[in-house]
C-alpha cells in the first residue's frame, strides 16, 4: 500500500488565489520531508526541505513566501502556494525517507499537478 | 554541490532484448548512495535499484543490475529481458550523507520507449 499519500492529486485556480497541497506520511513519523517540482518532460528539482516543528530550507532561487511550507506534525506537511500565477503550473511531488537509516529508499507521494488559469 | 548527468534523453529497445542507460555524477565525497527511479505514465515515482558507494558489489535486483565504476563517478543502469511495462522515464539520483543528507539530487532522466 501507500506509503505516502499527497492530495490533491490535480487542482485547477484562479490566478491569484491559494492553493494548499498536502503529504502525509502513512507508516511512519516523519521528521523531514521534501518538496519537489517537475515541469513536463524535466526532472524533479527540489524546492524545500521540511522540518517537522521549525522552519523550511529553502532551495536556492525558491521563492520562501510565495511557496509556504508547513510541518506541524511529524505526519504531515503543506505546501502553499500563494497568489498563484500561470507559471506556477506545473507537478508537485513530496517525499519522505524512512528516520531507521539513511540506506532507505525515498517514498513518493502521487504528485499534485497544478494548473493555473 | 554535486551534478547528476544523464546524456541519453531517450532510448529504445525491442521487448526481451537488453538496454543500458547510462549516469554519471560529480562529487568529492566518498561515501553516498546512487539510485535509480523508474517514474511511468502515472508519474509515481518508483525505486528501481540503490547502490551504495562503499560496496564494491554491483547491485542487482531481478532483471535491473547497476555497473558501478566510483572511480569512473559512473552508474549505469542495464534492464535485461525487457517489457512493455519497463517503458517510462528513468531518473539516476545521488544522495549525500553530509548535511540535507537524506535530499536525492536528480539527473535529467531517459525516456525508456519499449517495442514489440
Known amino acids: 500500500g501507500a506509503v505516502v499519500s499527497q492530495h490533491p492529486s490535480r487542482v485547477i485556480c484562479k490566478s491569484g488565489t491559494s492553493v494548499k497541497i498536502e503529504c502525509r506520511s502513512l507508516d511512519f513519523q516523519a521528521t523531514t520531508m521534501f518538496w519537489y517540482r517537475q515541469f513536463p518532460k524535466q526532472s524533479l528539482m527540489l524546492m524545500a526541505t521540511?522540518?517537522?516543528?521549525?522552519?523550511?530550507?529553502?532551495e536556492q532561487g525558491v521563492e520562501k513566501d510565495k511557496f509556504l511550507i508547513n510541518h506541524a506534525s511529524l505526519t504531515l506537511s503543506t505546501l502553499t502556494v500563494t497568489s498563484a500565477h500561470p507559471e506556477d503550473s506545473s507537478f508537485y511531488i513530496c517525499?519522505?525517507?524512512?528516520?531507521?537509516?539513511?540506506?532507505?529508499?525515498?517514498?513518493f507521494g502521487q504528485g499534485t499537478r497544478l494548473t493555473v488559469v | 554541490a554535486q551534478t547528476v548527468t544523464q546524456s541519453q534523453p531517450e532510448m529504445s529497445v525491442q521487448e526481451a532484448e537488453t538496454v543500458t542507460l547510462s549516469c554519471t555524477y560529480d562529487t568529492s565525497e566518498s561515501d553516498y548512495y546512487l539510485f535509480w527511479y523508474k517514474q511511468p505514465p502515472s508519474r509515481q515515482m518508483i525505486l528501481v535499484i540503490r547502490?551504495?558507494?562503499?560496496?564494491?558489489q554491483n547491485a542487482t535486483e531481478n532483471r535491473f543490475s547497476v555497473n558501478f565504476q566510483k572511480a569512473a563517478k559512473s552508474f549505469s543502469l542495464k534492464i535485461s529481458d525487457s517489457q512493455l511495462g519497463d517503458a517510462a522515464m528513468y531518473f539516476c539520483a545521488y544522495r549525500s550523507l553530509t548535511g540535507t543528507a537524506s535530499k536525492l539530487t536528480f539527473g535529467t532522466g531517459t525516456r525508456l520507449q519499449v517495442t514489440l
Open positions: 517525499s519522505v525517507v524512512p528516520p531507521a537509516g539513511m540506506n532507505t529508499e525515498a517514498f
Open positions: 547502490q551504495e558507494a562503499y560496496k564494491q
Open positions: 521540511s522540518n517537522e516543528g521549525s522552519k523550511a530550507t529553502y
